[in-house]
């Protein structure tokens, strides 16, 4: 907070003397400096109290709180818009730097690439130096293998500027496409992102919001009302809210800027800094084979009573940490990314609590973005397996669950970093195999006592076998297949261990698979069921 004081000093410094009528001009130091806190008070003390009214910190201190201390360096602070038009050539409408702050810096120590769109200048609409200047950073992140961050606050594109404002649009689209699974990339929105400017957001890997000051939409409420006929807000149509637990647009929400941010930088400590880093590992205080007994108890006896798979997933994580990705949307699949022994893992887990943990449209959509990312950047992955199947039912039918579902699917077997499965309870039908499985190349494989592998449920299973006839069948069919051994026969599972010795067993499978190598078929990419 020290550094945006002295940010609003600096802006508030009155400007350099101007020479006097018949004296010399400024010298190009002066000049220099004049342009310096030119860009530093972007649109003007007005519109940066305004910006502070409507609870949102300016482009500049966003920056400043994101980044460590005295660690950002600025690029094209002086470049300026090149309009003409409309009055735009105008030294009014001239601002040091446009409508948008770029450069790089660290985040506890670790390189990382920024842009924070000023929304104080012409609403943050995007011109084409503006575009130039994103673009510059994010050619540098790739080329040097550091994750790029976008922290959006912009009115969409400069009309004034015509096609050269698309323009730049379709360049910026096109790094974000190219930059995919080479760097991280994340975006913050933290105010209006609307039209064609919502394809970045949505060209990179995770999406965050702020809670009512944050919105995200094709086209904005007055034109759905003259299409639709529709009455929507905008907080209805592209809230947080919205994104978060209806759409799946967002990964998460927060409650102000101070909030987003400084979530931000904890959530940047779990990420490599490109596709060629491993995964991060930190110090640990926490014992790697630390025993967890509350682990026997967790699943319960009735097969039909839920349990809160986050439970698990707290209790197994180094000090109980985990970041949750998209905690509002698909809940009956988690996923999200903790530590074992100090090392970054991706964790998916079937949740109970919600649709019994079946599978779904949505829920499998989810879970195979977040698998691919993992992959793509060299983060093991550790999937909890309690499912009794996909969701039946027309509406998932109709809505193209067999498509979706081969998602998942397709991102389990495609991933080639360790992948470690533990089934807690029910590992039923397709779903079974879709979860990770040790066909699916699964490294370590493991089973509760509690794990049941089956094609079905008893009770819907000895109805097909038996035909009326099943008065004794169902226990003899439990007693056969609703239990661990016949995958553990079969080598399906690599062990039936004790719940309490799972994070145990997870960290020294770690270790061993650290230096796993593994790859796919050449192919100039897959054609994954989209």
């Known amino acids: 907070m020290a550094a945006l004081r002295v940010l609003r000093r600096a802006a508030r410094a009155p400007p350099l003397c101007r020479a006097a009528s018949g004296s010399r001009p400024p010298s190009v130091p002066e000049r220099i400096e004049e342009k310096r806190r030119a860009a530093l008070l972007g649109g003007g003390q007005s519109r940066i109290d305004a910006q502070h009214k409507r609870g949102k910190l300016t482009a500049r201190e966003r920056i400043l709180l994101l980044l460590d201390p005295d660690s950002f360096d600025e690029y094209d602070m002086f470049v300026e818009h090149r309009c003409s038009d409309f009055g735009m050539d105008s030294n009014k409408n001239k601002y040091p730097g446009d409508s948008v702050v770029t450069g790089r810096g660290r985040i506890n120590g670790r390189l990382a690439y920024v842009f924070s769109q000023d929304f104080t200048v012409f609403g943050g609409s995007l011109s084409g130096a503006h575009a130039q200047k994103i673009c510059k950073v994010m050619d540098q992140a790739a080329m040097v293998g550091a994750p790029v961050i976008g922290l959006n606050d912009s009115g969409g594109a400069r009309i004034q500027e015509g096609v050269e404002s698309l323009a730049g649009y379709a360049d910026i689209f096109l790094r974000n496409v190219l930059c995919s699974g080479v760097v991280p990339q994340i975006s913050l929105i933290m105010g209006p992102c609307a039209g064609g400017a919502v394809y970045s957001p949505a060209l990179t890997d995770f999406t965050f919001m702020v809670k009512d000051t944050s919105y995200l939409f094709i086209t904005g409420p007055d034109v759905v009302k003259s299409v639709t006929n529709e009455d929507v807000t905008q907080e209805q149509l592209g809230g947080a809210k919205t994104h978060t637990a209806v759409s799946g647009v967002a990964h998460r929400a927060f409650e102000n ?43 319960p006896i009735e097969s039909t009573k839920a349990y809160d798979m986050l439970d698990i997933i707290h209790s197994i994580a180094d000090e109980r940490e985990f970041f949750e990705i998209m905690p509002s949307y698909a809940r009956n699949i988690v ?59 027309t509406a998932q039918e109709y809505g193209g ?112 698979l650290a230096s796993k190598t593994q790859s796919n078929p050449w192919k100039k990419h897959a054609n994954i069921p989209l």
Request: proline fraction near 7%.
């Open 257 to 299: 800027d101070i909030d987003a941010l400084l979530n931000l930088r904890e959530f940047f400590n779990y990420l490599p800094l490109s596709n060629r880093d491993p995964a991060p590992v930190c110090e640990c205080h926490d014992p790697s084979d630390r025993l967890v007994p509350e682990l026997d108890t967790v699943v």
């Open 335 to 393: 996923v999200g990314f903790a530590r074992m022994n100090g090392r970054t893992v991706g964790i998916v887990g079937n949740q109970p609590k919600v649709a019994s943990g079946c599978l779904d449209i949505n829920s499998s959509v989810k879970g195979a973005r977040f698998v691919r990312f993992c992959d793509a950047f060299n983060i093991p992955l550790i999937t909890f397996v309690d499912v009794p199947g996909f969701l039946p039912g």
């Open 401 to 512: 669950i067999i498509r979706h579902g081969a998602k998942l699917l397709f991102a389990f077997a495609e991933a080639t970093v360790p992948k470690i499965t533990i089934i807690t309870r029910k590992a039923y039908g397709g779903a079974y195999d879709v979860m990770s499985s040790k066909h699916l190349r699964g490294d370590a494989n493991y089973a509760w006592p509690t794990a049941e592998v089956a094609v079905m449920g008893a009770k819907g299973a000895v109805q097909i076998i038996f035909r009326g006839k099943e008065a004794d069948a169902e226990a003899e069919y439990v007693d056969k297949f609703a239990n661990p051994f016949p995958a553990a026969m079969r080598g399906f599972v690599d062990d039936i261990i004790q719940p309490s010795a799972t994070r145990m067993r997870i960290c020294h499978d770690l270790d061993v």
